[in-house]
């Protein structure tokens, strides 16, 4: 397993994405591995929390509103495990990014990706927060 430390060919770059539809990480999955990045998905907030594993992702993409935690929720908790892990919120709702800035007034929010999600702009936002 590779460190986020060792782990410096943009290539080989490993991201976590959790989002409750399953054609949507499906997609991610897909466009993403094509554009060279190693992806693991998830649908299941909980299932994504007991596999996180510290040091290892370089980005998660986290889906603001599922069931059972919401992404503001599983934030708290993978933060808790990596405190330096990069994040990027995914919503189709702008009232969601008003209620973040709420719960976490000092987060910076520098990634916040609303949906329907275009491709080009997905890689150039994970590029931006992996290499900037």
């Known amino acids: 397993m590779q460190s986020r430390q060792e782990n410096t060919n943009a290539n080989s770059r490993r991201l976590m994405a959790v989002d409750d539809e399953p ?3 499906f997609t991610l999955k897909v466009v993403l591995e094509q554009s060279g990045f190693l992806l693991d998905v998830f ?41 330096n892990v990069k994040l990027c919120f995914v919503t189709a709702y702008q009232l969601y990014l008003e209620s973040l800035r709420q719960q976490f007034p000092n987060l910076e929010l ?9 491709i080009d702009d997905l890689v150039n936002r994970i590029n931006k927060e992996l290499f900037d």
């Open 110 to 118: 520098g990634c916040f990706i609303r949906k329907p999600i275009d």
């Open 43 to 83: 649908n299941d907030p909980m299932e994504a929390l007991s596999n996180f594993k510290p040091h290892y992702y370089d980005l998660i993409l986290l889906d603001v509103k599922m069931r059972q935690m919401n992404g503001f929720e599983l934030y708290q908790e993978i933060k808790k495990k990596d405190k």
């Open 23 to 25: 054609d949507i990480t």
